[in-house]
């Protein structure tokens, strides 16, 4: 056990040998530390957290009472292996959130960015990645192997089925159930989530130039046209090729990047196409 003497721990925690506690790590009461935890310099552990397995928690994040960190994965097919969660900096987890390590099916780690907030009651399964500046409300839950992109917003009581990637800059609307992959710079809602067109608050937020947002959006229009019933995946291949020819701009060659990726989903598309 290495604990720095510039920490502070609360006499009620536990803290099991082989755990190491960076320099200003905060630990309070009643927390329980496994003996493979590494806590980064500036974590605060408000009280009553349990952080076990192979797990790191980066500088200055700050955990709130009752999560649960890097136990046991809810997968029958996990056996013990010695998979890994790791989370990034500053970032804000909220009371009674769970994150689970990785499995050997799925590459062995579980990772959350830097600068995330995870309100109450968030769960994130066996071998998610999810990017920096997520932001996922109250409840929000995430299965086994889903990737979220950097600056998404999850609404609260959404659930995100298994596999499915999730694109930068989307946004997904409370009470929504995704079974396929969100675009870049999409915005979802639904009970059985459908695309609602472009995340235009939040590329705004994000400073996009209304040149770039524009060329989202007619891309967006000519892709999920509604009365287009041609082929989805040639009118990708045709709106990449025309993009590329008009000297792509790297919003949009994101947005292909992502759309050429092989996936074990489709996309969420317009209500009535999919």
Do not use: W
């Not at 947002?213 to 995946?233: G, M, R, T």
């Amino acid at each position: 056990m290495m604990i720095h003497s510039l920490a502070e721990i609360h006499p009620t925690a536990i803290i099991n040998d082989g755990a190491t506690v960076c320099e200003n790590v905060y630990v309070g009461p009643y927390c329980v530390i496994g003996s493979n935890v590494t806590l980064k310099a500036g974590v605060r552990l408000i009280s009553h957290v349990c952080v076990d397995g192979i797990t790191v928690i980066g500088e200055d994040s700050i955990v709130y009472p009752f999560a649960s960190i890097g136990h046991s994965p809810q997968d029958l097919k996990y056996k013990g292996e010695p998979s890994t969660v790791t989370i990034g900096e500053k970032t804000t987890i909220r009371e009674y959130v769970t994150i689970q390590p990785g499995t050997e099916g799925g590459g062995m780690k579980t990772v959350v960015g830097d600068h995330c907030l995870l309100m109450v009651g968030v769960h994130i399964a066996h071998d998610c990645h999810v990017g920096n500046h997520v932001i996922m409300a109250n409840y929000a839950t995430l299965a086994g192997h889903v990737v979220i992109a950097d600056h998404v917003i999850v609404g609260g009581l959404s659930a995100i089925q298994q596999f499915v990637r999730v694109g930068v800059h989307a946004i997904i609307g409370g009470m929504s159930g995704v079974e396929k992959d969100v675009v870049p710079y999409a915005m979802v809602m639904g009970e059985r989530a459908h695309l609602h067109g472009v995340n235009l608050v939040g590329m705004r937020r994000h400073g996009f130039s209304n040149a770039v947002i524009q060329k989202v959006q007619s891309i967006y229009k000519d892709l999920f046209n509604e009365d287009d019933h041609s082929v989805f995946a040639e009118r990708v291949a045709k709106q990449h090729n025309s993009d590329a020819e008009n000297e792509s701009e790297p919003a949009t060659q994101t947005l292909f990047d992502f759309m050429n990726v092989d996936s074990k989903r489709h996309y969420c598309m317009p209500k009535g196409r999919g």
